[in-house]
């Protein structure tokens, strides 16, 4: 689920540029991963062997044994430990985020954007002339692998950003030390309508719903036994820092040491066969010492704030979408909720300068409200440092408006919520505040 979004994120990062810092093209190596079983297993071996059981044990053999299955335990964690990858992500501009992937025999590598709101993954063709225009600088070659395989079937794909044409093709996929043999996949052979795209490709982390039916990379990772539960989890930051501290995704589950350790997670159940769509209970802006709340509430919201004033949410089905920049609301509770602003004497409008983007008179950041979104009974808050870009007099709010009925939570929100997605049944995502480092 591809939204304009992203470029406006682009167009008033590149403009705001003195503001922020650049950030590195290049990618990060990805520390390649051991496997526990080799060595879980030799320690087993070694530990049975050495452990001399007698009809009567004595005190020091009950202990002995005792500390042995102490053992085991910590090594059937460390295992699982193991059995998770960690792919650094590059920042372009807290818009997009990439990872490198590498496809074909002799292997070829691209910078890809991992997207939980699509489940197509894509690269493009050395003919793909309009690909170049969109940004892409890398273009794969069917014909150098030995295991490529074109498939007689073409596609037309829709974005709400662009469009494209790709074909089917079946190729081998690695992704940081995980081999994905097979990986049905798009080669696109035309990209319009998309600009200042700055990656090589697309890692689809939907369902196969959208992918009519062809299993997804992590579909792939699980049934090729490559991660040991089907689950990935996103930790997003706003630095390109070192490898153990940089954003990252992770396949095979989740690392609590990413999340703060006052916090808790809170799952919520997926309530769409498409989409990583959770229920909303509310969004606010509410004053930071409380005593003003201006509220829009889901038909039966889970919390029943005392609002000074509020009114009903138009959807209440929030996409928790890695593909898109920005956090995004339907647009006609986008506009009530921007009008809410002015009883905490704020005025905005919309940008001439940039089409869609929200812009108000007050400069400073200290007299916004904070923005609060529940979601299946836990709310969670966003300062206005976060949802606001300020510059030259002037706030522009990284809260968007959507011509479809569906809200959006993208990287904004991700960079503050460490996001661990479970596609198990029953799927269900789960939110934790994230370690700043």
């Not at 190596?29 to 070694?46: C, E, F, M, Y």
């Not at 030390?177 to 990986?183: D, E, F, K, P």
Request: proline share 3%; with cysteine.
């Amino acid at each position: 689920m591809h939204i304009k979004v992203i470029l406006f994120a682009l167009i008033i990062s590149c403009t705001f540029s003195r503001q922020i810092r650049p950030r590195k093209s290049n990618l990060m190596h990805i520390p390649l991963v051991q496997k526990g079983q080799r060595v879980q297993d030799a320690i087993k071996s070694t530990l049975h062997a050495d452990t001399k059981i007698s009809f009567e044990l004595s005190r020091e053999d009950k202990q002995q044994i005792k500390n042995q299955n102490t053992l085991l335990d910590h090594l059937d964690r460390l295992q699982y430990a193991y059995q998770i990858t960690y792919i650094p992500l590059r920042n372009s501009y807290n818009a997009q985020y990439f990872g490198k992937i590498e496809l074909g025999q002799p292997e070829q590598t691209f910078d890809v954007l991992f997207d939980t709101g699509s489940s197509y993954t894509w690269v493009a063709s050395s003919d793909c002339h309009t690909c170049k225009k969109a940004g892409v600088k890398d273009f794969f070659d069917c014909e150098a692998s030995d295991s490529c395989k074109y498939l007689q079937k073409k596609i037309k794909l829709q974005y709400g950003t662009g469009k494209a044409e790709a074909q089917f093709m079946v190729e081998n996929l690695k992704i940081g030390s995980l081999l994905i043999r097979n990986q049905t996949m798009l080669i696109l052979d035309e990209l319009t309508e998309l600009k200042k795209f700055e990656g090589d490709g697309l890692a689809g982390l939907g369902f196969d719903t959208l992918s009519d039916g062809y299993p997804t990379l992590i579909d792939n990772l699980f049934s090729q036994n490559q991660i040991e539960k089907k689950e990935f989890s996103i930790y997003l930051t706003d630095e390109n820092l070192k490898d153990d501290e940089s954003s990252k995704l992770i396949l095979g589950g989740q690392l609590d040491s990413l999340g703060d350790p006052n916090d808790q997670w809170h799952y919520c159940q997926v309530i769409n066969n498409k989409y990583w769509a959770i229920q909303g209970d509310h969004v606010a802006f509410v004053s930071k010492d409380g005593d003003t709340r201006r509220t829009l509430k889901s038909i039966q919201p889970v919390h029943n704030a005392q609002d000074e004033k509020s009114d009903i949410l138009y959807t209440s089905l929030f996409v928790i979408d890695s593909g898109t920049s920005l956090i995004v609301l339907y647009e006609k509770d986008h506009q009530r909720l921007v009008e809410y602003l002015q009883d905490f004497g704020i005025k905005c409008f919309d940008s001439l300068q940039f089409e869609g983007i929200t812009q108000c008179d007050q400069a400073d950041i200290d007299e916004y409200p904070n923005f609060e979104i529940s979601l299946c009974g836990k709310v969670f808050t966003i300062t206005p440092d976060k949802y606001l870009l300020c510059s030259f007099f002037e706030c522009y709010l990284m809260i968007a408006p959507f011509d479809q009925k569906v809200s959006i939570l993208g990287d904004l929100f991700i960079r503050e919520y460490y996001t661990h997605f479970i596609q198990d049944e029953p799927r269900r995502v789960g939110f934790i505040k994230a370690v700043q480092n």
